[in-house]
């Protein structure tokens, strides 16, 4: 196709350059022009061409741990800036995470995992649906975006806030579990790692993150006009990612001294708080997501499926 050749042309500099600065001495990205000019370019023509029927146009981009999803949606935001002229704004779940005040509030008052950051429960809800309004807003005013300190486990005081100034074309909506969905309570009694077993004896942080799901999450997640899914194979080859995850920010870490990295067993007890629902979108999503991106072994995208309505 002629107009993705030449929009391959257009962005081909930028994207590589933006993908060469996430690599390691030891971690190199393969194929990365096949991926650009393959998946990346077409999803993109499907982007522009329906973010013209509504403005902003919300798109949510889920995966599991490590399976490269601020890379992809990086590189998303680039092609539509530079070959569709449109105004892109990137925002991710983990920013709206309820500050350690409110999840040790949450620990005391419902369950102690409620502390650890990252399942439904532990974002504000009503801040992220605020933004939502606001951002489709027709009298659009510049918006204020939360921006969380993983460091410190806590929020950035609001004077480090990132501002849009400008209305968006398409606001991508990126996060490990946007677009889940609450599964049956028969299904929530099986223990599915030691972490339910030992820690959730009683189903309650289950019982509590299902609700999130069925109800909240429900809610925020029918503002979106599309789902675009990063399908890895496995909950295995998640763990491992996640590690080779780990290792890479440990070697980008300029005072390595002030962070740990975590091993991996460190590595598979903290992912045990994301499979059960990890789990379900490996099955549920290709139901119901507009665009698939089947990973390989590799961490390569191999194949995309577009739904048709």
């Not at 995966?63 to 105004?87: A, D, E, R, V, W």
């Not at 399942?119 to 992220?128: A, E, L, Q, S, Y």
């Amino acid at each position: 196709m002629q107009s993705a050749s030449l929009c391959f042309n257009k962005v081909k500099n930028d994207c590589v350059k933006f993908i060469t600065s996430q690599e390691t001495s030891t971690d190199k990205f393969k194929n990365k022009e096949k991926m650009i000019k393959s998946f990346l370019i077409p999803i993109c023509f499907w982007l522009a061409k329906n973010a013209n029927k509504k403005k902003p146009y919300f798109v949510g981009l889920a995966g599991g741990q490590g399976t490269g999803k601020t890379t992809i949606s990086s590189i998303i935001k680039i092609i539509l800036q530079k070959y569709f002229k449109m105004k892109v704004f990137k925002i991710s779940i983990d920013d709206f995470y309820k500050t350690r005040k409110e999840r040790i509030n949450l620990s005391k008052k419902i369950h102690p995992m409620l502390m650890t950051r990252g399942v439904p429960g532990t974002h504000d809800i009503k801040m992220m649906l605020d933004f939502f309004k606001k951002a489709k807003n027709k009298k659009f005013k510049k918006l204020k975006l939360p921006n969380f300190n993983k460091a410190i486990d806590d929020r950035f005081p609001k004077k480090n806030w990132n501002n849009i100034n400008e209305q968006p074309d398409i606001i991508i909506f990126e996060g490990w579990c946007v677009g889940a969905k609450a599964e049956l309570y028969e299904t929530l009694k099986k223990p599915i790692n030691s972490l339910e077993k030992t820690d959730d004896q009683n189903l309650i942080w289950r019982q509590h993150v299902n609700q999130q799901l069925k109800t909240k999450y429900k809610k925020l997640y029918s503002q979106l006009n599309c789902m675009i899914y990063l399908k890895a194979k496995n909950f295995s080859l998640l763990q491992k990612w996640r590690l080779k995850q780990e290792k890479k920010l440990w070697l980008k870490t300029k005072n390595k001294n002030s962070h740990k990295i975590m091993s991996k067993g460190d590595v598979i007890n903290f992912m045990q708080t994301y499979q059960r629902i990890t789990q379900n979108m490996f099955k549920n999503m290709p139901k119901y997501a507009s665009i698939i991106l089947n990973l390989n072994d590799n961490h390569q995208i191999k194949s995309a499926v577009y739904k048709t309505k």
